[in-house]
């Protein structure tokens, strides 16, 4: 058997169990990606125990139920089109004279899914809003 001198280099790398990761990683990622639906992800709000309402400072709400649709300050918007959304916001935004202290509350059921969130987040964004908050559901401790 021969072990090769001193000075001589290790020069060949055997790749066959790297490969071989590799394709078992490739094969899982294949099986599992099919699985995962962001779209379907729930959201569940933040809950508090002593919140307070800050009623002095008004502000733009916006409501998500379940099936995704939208109520903002209370009024349905019954288009589902991103552009409609971002147009009635911006509405909102530009009739407020200062626009740093306007604020958007937001508000999801406990079963929307995260898709409506996010698209009334970008929605938001792309209207110039600059801060945003999550409304938080009250624990009850009774």
């Known amino acids: 058997m021969s072990m090769g001198s001193v000075g001589d280099q290790f020069t060949e790398i055997n ?22 639906d962001k779209s379907e992800l729930k959201i569940k709000p933040p809950e508090t125990k002593f919140a307070k309402k800050d009623e002095a400072t008004k502000g733009i709400n916006i409501d998500i139920d379940k099936e995704g649709q939208l109520a903002i300050n209370g009024h349905y918007v019954a288009a589902t089109d991103k552009q409609v959304v971002i147009d009635t916001i911006k509405k909102l935004v530009d009739a407020v004279p200062d626009k740093n202290a306007l604020h958007v509350t937001l508000n999801a059921d406990g079963d929307a899914k995260q898709k409506f969130v996010v698209e009334v987040m970008s929605a938001c964004a792309a209207s110039g809003v600059t801060k945003m908050r999550v409304a938080t559901q009250q624990q009850t401790n009774y």
Not at 23 to 36: D, E, F, G, S
């Open 15 to 36: 790749v066959t169990p790297l490969t071989d990761v590799f394709l078992v990683l490739l094969v899982i990622m294949i099986l599992i990606a099919p699985l995962i």
